[in-house]
């Protein structure tokens, strides 16, 4: 968390902190604190897309690059050009199982192999079977989603489906963008991460097939882009449950479905909660905005998130213009994207990736200050594992009063720095990587 290791009171005995305070804190000189987001910004915001649907590369992306506003990507991989693995069914071959249905009713005991296998039994049209009783399988109305099994499978014996292979809309969607696309944009510091293969209704799964589904995406987006956008994932259709996210938590590190942390507290698109008081030292709040969401309200999800500090604001958009679900018209997101950047002086607009290292860092950093000879030796380091994270983190640190001028080297790099003031006195803000080389703080 965030402190100052040398005047943190819970550090002990009072003669303890006396002795380093003498040394460090008078008049706060030398006090440091890890700012609560990167900048020392007073709120986040995570610019989101779902599916990959074409028109988001070629109309949201280039708008997004004018204005300077990173993004994350969840794709679809399956459909994306050059990918090596694509849909399929993990079991036992599907002509025993459609075999099978014939005498054997759907129950709990086979629902999750139909169900997996649905989209995959050689004919077209199946695969709005599985999205369906996925849904309902989930949402406890099992009944109804056996049922549901049993027509399909009825129709299949009965050869009223056309032979072929055809996906669900979200993949067909998503058909036109190359991972050599992607690999520019990633170099262009957009977080493309993973909505698995196919956009499958993972609660209708078996584990084999979810498996499939999340492991193979997290494996083609490594071989095609590299081990850093494995970090982040949103399984399709925002689901919670719990057999999924048990097994997608131990694929992703980052899931924007749900991301139990003591320190965050979430918000889900379906809920009317406000982000305030948090009462953790964080709240994800995960905003949906639909084709007739007004740009007042969207505004004004903005304006809650500059206003408080410790706001995470996720905006999770889906089709642009006419492609995709509840698409965004163009000119709308223009506005409403110009009106994001307009608030940069009070927001920190940053990949889902980036948001969540940065607040895991922090939340499990230590940082210490020394004064040596006139300058302040600053070390910060983190319990987490150090090649997922590896975000610079910003420290807060407050300098004597004498100092008109400051500059902070670490390893080779010297820069200089604002000094700034609040009501405590004279501070500077500044980038410190953590674990790494002490940096050193130098005034005159
Ligand atoms: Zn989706």
Redesign the pocket.
């Known amino acids: 968390m965030s402190s100052n290791f040398a005047c943190r009171p819970s550090m002990g005995p009072i003669f303890l902190i006396a002795i380093f305070c003498a040394g460090v804190c008078r008049g706060q000189s030398g006090n440091t604190s890890i700012t609560e987001w990167q900048y020392g910004k007073n709120g986040a915001v995570s610019i989101t897309y ?2 990959a649907s074409r028109n988001q590369f070629t109309r949201a992306l280039p708008l997004m690059e004018r204005l300077k506003l990173p993004a994350t990507f ?1 794709v ?1 991989t399956g459909p994306i050009t050059g990918s090596q693995y694509h849909g399929k069914f993990v079991g036992r071959p599907v002509q025993q199982i459609i075999n099978e249905t014939a005498t054997v009713p759907t129950d709990e005991r086979n629902f999750l192999e139909r169900c997996s296998a649905a989209g995959y039994l050689g004919y077209t049209g199946t695969i709005s079977y599985h999205t369906r009783a996925g849904g309902l399988y989930s949402s406890g109305k099992k009944e109804h989603a056996y049922r549901l099994m049993d027509t399909l499978y009825a129709k299949v014996r009965h050869g009223d489906f056309a032979p072929g292979y055809e996906p669900c809309p ?1 993949y067909k969607e998503a058909v036109g963008s190359s991972w050599d696309d992607f690999r520019k944009d990633v170099a262009n510091g957009y977080e493309i991460a993973s ?1 698995s293969i196919t ?1 499958a209704t993972m609660p209708g799964l078996d584990e084999a097939n979810i498996k499939y589904e999340l492991e193979k995406s997290k494996e083609e987006i490594k071989n095609q882009l590299g081990d850093k956008y494995t970090f982040s994932a ?1 399984v ?3 689901y919670e449950d719990d057999k999924v996210m048990q097994i997608a938590y131990k694929i992703y590190p980052a899931l924007r479905n749900r991301m139990p942390e003591p320190f965050l507290k979430e918000i889900d698109r379906a809920s009317r909660m406000l982000p305030h008081p948090a009462e953790r030292d964080y709240v994800q709040w995960q905003r949906g905005p639909l084709s007739k969401t007004s740009l007042t309200l969207m505004k004004s999800w903005v304006d809650t998130t500059c206003d408080n500090k410790d706001v995470w604001l996720v905006l999770v958009f ?1 089709g642009i213009d006419s492609l995709g ?1 509840e698409p965004t018209p163009m000119g709308k997101l223009e506005e409403y994207l110009e009106f994001i950047k307009d608030r940069q002086d009070k927001l920190w607009v940053a990949s889902f990736g980036d948001a969540t290292r940065y607040m895991r860092e922090r939340e499990h950093a230590r940082v210490s200050t020394k004064k040596d000879n006139g300058t302040f030796q600053v070390s910060l380091t983190h319990s987490l594992d150090k090649k997922m994270y590896d975000l610079p983190l910003t420290l807060k640190t407050y300098i004597p009063a004498t100092w008109s001028k400051a500059t902070v080297s670490q390893g080779k790099i010297t820069q200089p720095l604002e000094v700034q003031r609040d009501e405590k006195g004279n501070f500077v803000l500044y980038q410190v990587k953590p674990n790494d080389a002490t940096a050193v703080l130098a005034g005159s």
């Open positions: 779902d599916d969840f679809i979200e909505h956009h949103e399709p259709y925002g889906h679900w």
